[in-house]
């Protein structure tokens, strides 16, 4: 008798266990990101440490009289190069904690993605000419409307855009192609540069990524490419680095959304 109403506990039994996973994995979810946080904090006080460091010594160099004759402009080039670095730094760092908050909210608004892509790359197409990069674009004639965060897609689509010429050399060609796929669009930016090694791909999208792992050269502050998953996750999109990329891509990035 007591066999068959032990029976009567296996539903229990079972939800509990499931409830018990549920509890782990929010546990272990919460401590990741704690460590996340923290190792942000720990590499944001790092990289904003070498920039001040040259500030102050060229600052002080300037009050002790230190700097020769004939070189001030020089080294206040130097300086406002620093300053530079570390208000970027600091920009990104904003927009990343500011993402983070849970009372975040965007302003989205309905915007046709193909106008809206063609004119951002038209505004910057002299920086890309400048940087002697060559540009290909495809974006269909059509109307494809989306809910945008005009603000917040402009900052992606810059970080993406800095991010190939940033890790990339002169004469490399940046392709942006926009295409639709039943209820999805998808805006693809993609070069034929030097590539992101395969290995750190999964983790590229990771805070403090930077190009000294993800690409043969240059350097970055790591955050960027965080950032602009961030907001694709704000806009119930995905984006995704494609580990395969088309023929002649050496980087592909993918960008989905929700259309209209």
């Keep these: 008798e007591i066999k068959e109403d032990a029976g009567v506990f296996e539903p229990m039994k079972e939800e509990l266990c499931a409830l018990h996973k549920q509890v782990k994995k929010a546990i272990e979810t919460e401590v990741r990101s704690e460590r996340m946080k923290a190792e942000l904090i720990t590499n944001v006080s790092h990289d904003l440490k070498t920039p001040l460091t040259v500030i102050d010594g060229y600052a002080k160099a300037f009050e002790n009289g230190l700097i020769p004759e004939g070189e001030e402009k020089k080294y206040i080039s130097l300086i406002a190069t620093k300053i530079h670095t570390a208000h970027s730094l600091f920009e990104k760092l904003c927009d990343y904690t500011r993402m983070e908050h849970p009372d975040y909210k965007a302003c989205f608004e309905k915007t046709d993605i193909c106008e809206f892509t063609k004119m951002f790359f038209a505004e910057r197409y002299n920086e890309i000419e400048t940087s002697h990069f060559e540009l ?25 855009l800095n991010n190939a010429i940033r890790y990339n050399s002169a004469g490399t060609t940046i392709f942006v192609i926009v295409k639709k796929f039943n209820d999805r669009v998808c805006i693809s930016l993609c070069d034929n540069g030097v590539g992101i ?64």
């Design 197 to 260: 090694r395969k290995e750190i791909a999964e983790s590229i999208f990771e805070p403090f990524v930077t190009g000294n792992i993800a690409r043969t050269s240059g350097e970055s502050t790591g955050l960027g490419l965080s950032i602009v998953k961030k907001i694709i996750e704000t806009h119930n999109g995905t984006i995704c680095l494609k580990t395969k990329p088309e023929t002649n891509y050496s980087t592909e990035f993918v960008i989905q959304l929700n259309i209209l």
């Design 136 to 160: 290909s674009v495809s974006i269909p004639e059509d109307k494809i409307y989306v809910l945008l965060d005009k603000q917040l897609f402009t900052r992606c689509l810059e970080n993406l």
